[in-house]
Antibody, heavy 124, light 110 residues
Framework: QVQLQESGPGLVKPSQTLSLTCTVS??????????WSWIRQHPGKGLEWIGY???????YYNPSLKSRVTISVDTSKNQFSLKLSSVTAADTAVYYC????????????????WGQGTLVTVSS | QSVLTQPPSASGTPGQRVTISCSGS????????VNWYQQLPGTAPKLLIY???QRPSGVPDRFSGSKSGTSASLAISGLQSEDEADYYC???????????FGGGTKLTVL
């Protein structure tokens, strides 16, 4: 059974960089076949896809966040990470890491495994 | 304003059948598959339906999905109290180049 777990600071100051790591267990990122993704949910709101990374390091980002987002992977630790720069209060959200199926296209398939989510608050 | 439009709320009594709609456009639902997620209070979303109408292992057959043109629907039959949750549809949008989600539908079991 694949499990994902987010970790990182719960409080980030405005203008700083939000950094989160997702640790994957029960499966290897290096095995390929999946896009490792970040999704966020603003308080009381819907879901917003941030982007994904493939085990090879290829990435695909939400155009609305692309200038501030970096997703990286460390296959030796079976982890992938999110960095979001120049944060504001609008970036306050629960951040989820998730696994998406790769159906042979750059488009991610269904998100079949999710982490429990971590709340990140942007405040001074 | 979400790209995919869902009713904000739905309700039903135990045993009833309810449907939740998801309306999109030719660039998302019209050209890509639809997935549905269930989010119980205080938990992460869970995959409920993928590729329009496929159920992952472990999802009861009370849940079914369909798609026609630029709209999709999630049906829940034999409604149970534990089905009370938020439901989200999702699809890739070829114009925006992003995975888009519906705004979510809060299902209440009366």
């Amino acid at each position: 059974q694949v499990q994902l777990q987010e970790s990182g600071p719960g409080l980030v100051k405005p203008s700083q960089t939000l950094s989160l790591t997702c640790t994957v267990s029960g499966g290897s990122i290096s095995s390929g076949g999946y896009y490792w993704s970040w999704i966020r949910q603003h308080p009381g709101k819907g879901l917003e896809w941030i982007g994904y990374i493939y085990y090879s390091g290829s990435t695909y980002y939400n155009p609305s966040l692309k200038s501030r987002v970096t997703i990286s992977v460390d296959t030796s630790k079976n982890q992938f990470s999110l960095k979001l720069s120049s944060v504001t209060a609008a970036d306050t959200a629960v951040y989820y890491c998730a696994r998406a199926s790769n159906w042979g296209s750059y488009r991610p398939g269904e998100f079949d495994y999710w982490g429990q989510g971590t709340l990140v608050t942007v405040s001074s | 304003q979400s790209v995919l439009t869902q009713p904000p709320s739905a309700s039903g009594t135990p045993g009833q059948r309810v449907t939740i709609s998801c309306s999109g456009s030719s660039s998302n639902i019209g050209s890509n598959t639809v997935n549905w997620y269930q989010q119980l209070p205080g938990t992460a979303p869970k995959l409920l339906i993928y590729s329009n109408n496929q159920r992952p292992s472990g999802v009861p057959d009370r849940f079914s999905g369909s798609k026609s043109g630029t709209s999709a629907s999630l049906a829940i039959s034999g409604l149970q109290s534990e089905d009370e949750a938020d439901y989200y549809c999702a699809a890739w949008d070829d114009s925006l180049n992003v995975e888009v989600f519906g705004g979510g539908t809060k299902l209440t079991v009366l």
